[in-house]
């Protein structure tokens, strides 16, 4: 009897313990909730060639009921369990509700549980028409000045992108329509040339919203040159001759002084004045005017935009007049040749105070051309213009010329 009792006893406690095992370990009907398990969107790459990209996801979590074996279910957990939306089943812009797929860890089985509830059943989308690649001009935005005696050459500044290539939404990218840099003159006395973020604007300058937006560069460089200037007097240089020196002449510049601006190796080499030139008197009557062009300077800029110069000449206090040459004399001559003047008369200018022109006659004038190393035949040559001693204040004008032959002299034989 006592055998029996222990037998019905440890039967019982087997059956206690199997009951045991089942409610706490298998429990077939056991339900439970996972909260925040993250939706992951595939074939965003597919949407993008079909020139598509999402603006808009209602949730990217879902909570999720299931029900099935406790053992089971206690092998879950909201970070391996795999949630997959398939964005391959959108083709046009819009709003789109797509469902999604449950995967389970690889050590329990798929069909191991079934699905009681998920919240939200299903994914909304909001989906856009992509533009891949605007170009988005670069505008500068200059702030404050730069130190006085300096210029700012804005309009050579050079930029390795002027223009951004910009890729998103529709209605984000149709917004923007500059991409703004901000550069800081304060105080600045030397050329920039730095890396710059920008900020993509509206028409009106203001910042959009580019979370979206994907750009071919983050950063521009740019070459901003700034230049001390300077201004600088134009001066000729004067010649005497003609009778005249440069205290019977009167010069007068058209612009008289130029501002320039370039490195300061570059504006010392060219210094406080600019030379356009030499005005030789000899060559010149009174009221003439003569253009120079300014010189230009490697590295130096000439801020002014004058190019030319009309120079005017005034001779004060000079009298011109015309004489008549018919004297020559010849000298130089190589031995065993015969030169000859075929010009028989040589009408030069003279010019020089009043009292000496007007008593000057062909007389106290020595026309001598010189033959020094020249070759046999017919030719035009300089005549060399001398006055006697008392007339030595005067000059010609220009460079008269007579036409000479100079031959062998014929030898009897």
Not at 75 to 98: C, Q, R, V, W
Not at 287 to 308: A, C, H, Q, R
Request: aromatic content about 6%; some cysteine.
């Amino acid at each position: 009897m006592k055998n029996k009792l222990m037998s019905a006893a440890l039967s019982l406690l087997i059956a206690f313990g199997l009951w045991m095992y089942v409610i706490t370990e298998v429990s077939p009907g056991s339900e439970w909730t996972y909260n925040d398990v993250p939706v992951k969107m595939e074939g965003e790459t597919v949407l993008k060639e079909r020139g598509l990209i999402i603006t808009g996801i209602s949730s990217t979590n879902v909570d999720l009921t299931l029900s099935g074996n406790r053992s089971d279910l206690n092998e879950l957990n909201s970070s391996n369990i795999t949630l997959k939306a398939d964005m391959t089943k959108i083709y046009d812009p819009g709003t789109h509700k797509i469902g999604y797929d449950i995967t389970y860890p690889g050590n329990v089985a798929s069909n191991a549980f079934n699905r009681v509830n998920q919240y939200p059943d299903s994914i909304v989308v909001t989906v856009e028409k992509l533009i891949i690649n605007k170009e988005i001009p670069v505008n500068i935005i200059y702030q404050g000045k730069a130190t006085d005696g300096y210029v700012v050459r804005r309009a050579d500044v050079m930029m390795d992108n002027e223009v951004i290539l910009v890729t998103g939404p529709e209605s984000v990218v149709n917004q923007i329509t500059q991409a703004i840099i901000n550069i800081d003159l304060d105080g600045q006395t030397e050329s920039i040339s730095q890396n710059y973020r920008f900020t993509l604007c509206n028409s009106d300058g203001e910042g959009v919203d580019s979370e979206m937006i994907t750009v071919n560069t983050e950063e521009v460089h740019v070459d901003l040159t700034i230049h001390r200037k300077k201004q600088v007097d134009l001066v000729v240089t004067l010649v005497p001759g003609g009778g005249a020196t440069d205290a019977d002449v009167e010069i007068a510049l058209s612009t008289e002084s130029i501002w320039i601006s370039g490195s300061d190796i570059a504006l010392e080499q060219v210094g406080d004045t600019i030379n356009l030139g030499t005005i030789n008197l000899a060559d010149y009557e009174n009221n003439t005017k003569l253009t120079f062009t300014i010189p230009v300077y490697e590295g130096v800029t000439n801020d002014s935009g004058e190019t030319e110069v009309e120079v005017a000449v005034r001779f004060e206090g000079l009298m011109t007049k015309e004489i008549v040459i018919e004297e020559f004399r010849t000298i130089g001559v190589p031995e065993g040749y015969e030169a000859q003047i075929i010009t028989e008369k040589l009408t030069v200018k003279v010019r020089g105070p009043y009292e000496l022109v007007n008593k000057l006659t062909a007389r106290d004038i020595i026309a001598t051309v010189d033959f020094t190393g020249e070759e046999a035949g017919d030719a035009t040559m300089r005549v060399n213009i001398e006055f006697t001693e008392k007339f030595g204040a005067l000059g010609i004008l220009g460079k008269p010329s007579v036409t000479t032959s100079l031959q062998p002299i014929e030898t009897e034989e």
